[in-house]
């Protein structure tokens, strides 16, 4: 469409239009009421009803207006002209507004009458496109002035039949037109004059009547504006002397004020500011990573979209400090503009301070991980608010599992539901508790009043595990309950050594034990071996009595290997260590193993290569092999498998072994494996005790494994069983590697010396009087001077009045003065005699450890009178051979000698 007729002049359409600059007519609002409802002023306007067009752009002019003068009223919508006017007639309003060509063909239609007041006038033009050429607007403006001033013309007819305006016809009569036309004008002017004063009167009492009212209005608006002057002066003194940086932005982030702390903060001045943005003032990168204008940006049309912004910020000052901040934006409007209000606070020494007090909290936390204890927090509600490292070692549930989430220890319990100290504490008092769970066997803590300590047992990753547990109530200064602590020690290698040393003492206690009874049945058994040998060498004894006394005999041999045995498993009897090659020991020995289990049991070996020598007594070690083979064939009744291995086993690190730890060091192993009804875990605990045995009445001693317990560690090495019921059983054996030459382990048969009778004076120490008398009546019917003595004090009053002793038979362990005690005095007053030890078991003064020394003479009880007659003719026999030499020696010259 290139010509647009009768459009409103309007600014705001020039861009889209070129307007003619004639006008067609002015248009304006009219406000319509019902007949004899006159409406003289806009106050009169206020609270009507008002019925308008819903597009009408009067009706939003007259809303203006009325804004202007604070004037309230209701306007109704509706669709047309011809509704707003029905409404008025109806009095569904009381007035109405319509433009002013639709007023006049209404109060000439209509009961409705037109008020004095207009609303926003405007000039009704011609318009073409601007596409169109300039030419047609200006031939549009030529015709249009040729129709004003043609009454006849189409313009005149249309605003005479839409505006009523009557076409005036010309008379003729008797005078000139002119007179007439004069005659009118005076007429016409003279009326007008009256109208006009007439009306004059009307309009000024009105328009006084609204200037009082307008005053009366506008007083208040004046205090209104005054207090918000006031307000203002008030927001901009805030503004002005507040401590935070406060930046007024628009909607490009552009800072448009700035208050003097922004410019303290940034050390600049007011016109550095204006004109940046806050992301100009900030380092390029944030501390996470993000750049500066693009997050900033984010903030910004946050804060423009309606939603309130706060967030930490890295600014920088005009010097290059880079400050930590705090901002808030929020979102305002001046003028109708929307604004952002950016306050901006600076907070780097809060960071300072809450960066102290992370490295306070870190170092709490590392102290509370480094503490040698499982230690956790609990608050009032029982979740946990701490678990520190050494508890995720202690149970095996990491941080994430635990915290912020109620306590739940119910995995580490086998499965059962148990009360847990540090819940419990939530609900009841430490006495209470030690009140209603006695059974707990829990104690108050030292120096804490509201805390509790016991021993419990738990599972971690299928290990049972013993644990040392303390739980107190946390408390502020104020006394009131934070919390419970609780702290968990692992005491598991504890009570293990603790089990340890109690088995150890017990074996011990039953060592010394069995020690006392076999040293005093040693004696016993010394003197019926004796007296049998004395009576059997009466030639006048019958047949009869031979045979019983040979009885005695033999009875009294098995009494004294039974003794051996206790000895052995005391540690009290004597050994003679060798370096010796077990896997050699292991084959010379297997021939007697296989004889003594049957031919229904296999035996293999399994011996490794290069073993290690040990310096071990081979007669102590076969008995162990014997013992533990017998012990194998005994659990198999039915036949089965023996296993005996050998290797070396260096052991880097101390080793757990159930009753015993092993020490770090290089070892051989022996292993004796079967493939019987394995040892129940009851008996294990109990199996190395002497005299304990699963095995029928009369089958056996229970000496067999306590012999072997006390030769291993006699010999300074471990035992180790493993068994399981229906899966055999293990002995495994850890002796220590041996760095002398080893030796072969058969032994030269004792030599027999026949000494003439009567040959030398021996001087006999025992305090039992039947011992020391059979010995006395052995030695004086072999020819032997003897002198005896009780004990070693009286042995000393005896060699001082002897003229010579050639040899001292003397107990170890007498009252007043022991064996050792008396050998030390007789090295200094007669240093040549020798010495000959007779002894059930060897005292530790005199072998430590068990161990003889090459130079000492022992005699172990019991011994028969042949056995004392061999031993003690060989130790004269060898100091008769030392004295020769020592003779031949004095006798030979001296190399230089004239």
């Known amino acids: 469409m290139e010509v647009v007729p009768a459009i409103a002049d309007d600014s705001e359409d020039a861009h889209l239009y070129r307007f003619a600059r004639e006008t067609v007519l002015v248009n304006w609002g009219v406000l319509l009421a019902a007949n004899g409802h006159a409406i003289q002023n806009i106050v009169e306007l206020n609270g009507k009803r008002i019925a308008v067009r819903s597009d009408d752009i009067y009706a939003s002019a007259l809303e203006k207006m009325l804004n202007r003068f604070q004037l309230q009223v209701e ?30 063909y209404a109060q000439n239609h209509r009961p409705v009458t037109a008020t004095p007041i207009v609303v926003h006038p405007v000039e009704l033009k011609f318009a073409t496109s601007l596409k169109a050429p300039p030419e047609l607007a200006e031939t549009i403006d030529e015709h249009l002035r040729a129709w004003k001033a043609d009454e006849n013309s189409p313009f005149h007819q249309a605003m005479v039949r839409w505006l009523f305006i009557t076409k005036k016809s010309p008379r003729h009569g008797i005078l000139p037109p002119f007179f007439y036309a004069i005659l009118a004008g005076v007429v016409i002017l003279t009326t007008i004059i009256f109208l006009l ?25 004046r205090a209104a504006e005054a207090a918000l002057a006031e307000v203002e002066h008030w927001y901009r003194a805030i503004f002005e002397t507040a401590g935070d940086a406060l930046m007024i932005l628009d909607e490009r982030g552009i800072i448009l004020e700035c208050n003097p702390a922004a410019c303290r903060l940034f050390k600049a001045s007011e016109e550095q500011i204006l004109g940046k943005t806050p992301m100009d003032l900030s380092p390029e990168v944030q501390p996470d990573g993000s750049l500066s204008h693009e997050k900033g940006a984010v903030f910004l049309d946050s804060t423009l979209a309606g939603c309130p912004q706060h967030f930490e910020w890295d600014h920088e000052t005009f010097d290059g400090q880079v400050i930590k901040a705090e901002v808030q934006m929020n979102l305002t409007f001046q003028a109708g503009q929307a604004r952002v209000l950016a306050c ?19 170092f709490l936390r590392t102290l509370l991980d480094g503490i040698p204890g499982a230690l956790f927090v609990i608050d009032l509600q029982g979740r946990v608010i701490f678990w520190n490292k050494l508890c995720e070692t202690l149970t095996g549930l990491p941080q994430e599992q635990v915290l912020n989430r109620p306590l739940n220890l119910k995995p580490l319990f086998k499965g059962r539901d148990l009360p847990v100290p540090a819940l419990l504490l939530l609900e009841m008092t430490p006495e209470e508790f030690l ?15 509201d805390g509790i300590q016991l021993t419990g047992e738990i599972v971690v990753q299928g290990q049972e595990r013993y644990v040392d547990i303390g739980a107190a109530r946390l408390r502020d200064r104020r006394g009131e309950l934070l919390g419970i602590v609780q702290c968990a020690r692992d005491i598991t290698q504890e009570v293990q050594i603790q089990k340890q040393m109690l088995h150890s003492q017990k074996m011990e206690a039953v060592g010394k034990l069995s020690a006392g009874i076999a040293h005093d049945f040693n004696n016993i058994l010394t003197i019926i071996l004796g ?23 033999k009875a009294a041999e098995r009494a004294s290997n039974l003794t051996r045995q206790l000895l052995v498993f005391s540690r009290k009897q004597v050994m003679q260590p060798v370096p010796l090659d077990f896997n050699k020991l292991i084959e010379d020995l297997c021939p007697i193993l296989r004889r003594a289990v049957g031919e229904d049991i296999e035996i293999r070996q399994s011996l490794g290569k290069d073993l290690w020598p040990v310096m071990a007594d081979p007669v102590f070690l076969e008995q162990t092999m014997l013992n533990l083979v017998i012990n194998a064939r005994d659990a198999m009744a039915s036949g089965g498998r023996i296993t005996i291995e050998t290797w070396n086993e260096p052991v880097v ?21 079967d493939t019987g009804h394995g040892i129940p875990p009851e008996i294990q605990q109990r199996i190395f005790e002497p005299f304990f045995t699963t095995k029928s009445e009369g089958r056996g001693t229970g000496l067999g494994l306590a012999t072997v317990y006390g030769i291993v560690k006699q010999l300074g090495g471990y035992i180790v069983v493993d068994s399981a019921v229906g899966q055999g059983a293990a002995f495994q054996i850890f002796l220590p ?54 004990h070693g004090a009286e042995a000393l009053e005896v060699l001082e009045q002897a003229s ?20 030390r005095h007789l090295a200094k007053k007669a240093p040549g005699v020798p010495i000959l030890f007779i002894s059930g078991y060897t005292d530790d003064q005199l072998a430590y450890r068990g161990i003889l020394l090459p130079d000492v003479h022992l005699l172990a009880k019991p011994f028969s009178p042949q056995k004392l007659l061999q031993t003690v003719g060989r130790v004269l026999h060898r100091k008769s051979r030392l004295s020769s030499h020592e003779a031949n020696d004095q006798g030979r010259p001296h190399e230089g000698a004239a």
């Open 653 to 673: 690190e101390a080793r757990d072994a159930g009753l015993f730890v092993i020490q770090p060091g290089e070892y051989v192993c022996l292993r004796v494996r």
């Open 435 to 449: 009140q209603r769970y006695p059974h707990w066997k829990a104690q108050p803590m030292p120096f804490h009043s």
């Open 197 to 221: 004063r007439s009306q004059l009167r009307q309009k000024i009492q009105p328009i006084q009547d609204l200037r009082d009212q307008l005053h009366a209005v506008t007083t208040p608006r």
């Open 737 to 790: 590697r041996s760095k002398a030459q080893q030796q072969t382990t058969s032994s030269s048969s004792a030599q027999v010396f026949d000494l003439p009778q009567g040959l030398g004076t021996i001087l006999v120490v025992e305090d039992e009087e039947a011992l020391r008398a059979m010995v006395q009546e052995v030695l004086t019917e072999n020819g032997y001077h003897v002198l005896t003595a009780s």
């Open 804 to 823: 010579k002793v050639d040899l001292v038979l003397t107990d170890v362990v007498m009252p007043e003065m022991n064996g050792v005690a008396l050998a």
């Open 344 to 362: 901006v606070r600076d907070v780097s020494h809060k960071a300072a301070l809450e960066m102290e007090r992370e490295k306070q909290r870190d």
């Open 75 to 104: 306007f109704l919508k509706a669709s047309s002209y011809d509704a707003v006017r029905s409404m008025v007639e109806r009095g569904d309003a009381d007035m109405g507004l319509t433009d002013r060509i639709y007023a006049t």
């Open 531 to 553: 007296c049998c040998d004395l009576l059997l060498t009466k030639s006048d004894l019958d047949s009869t009595a031979k045979k019983r006394v040979d009885e005695i005999e």
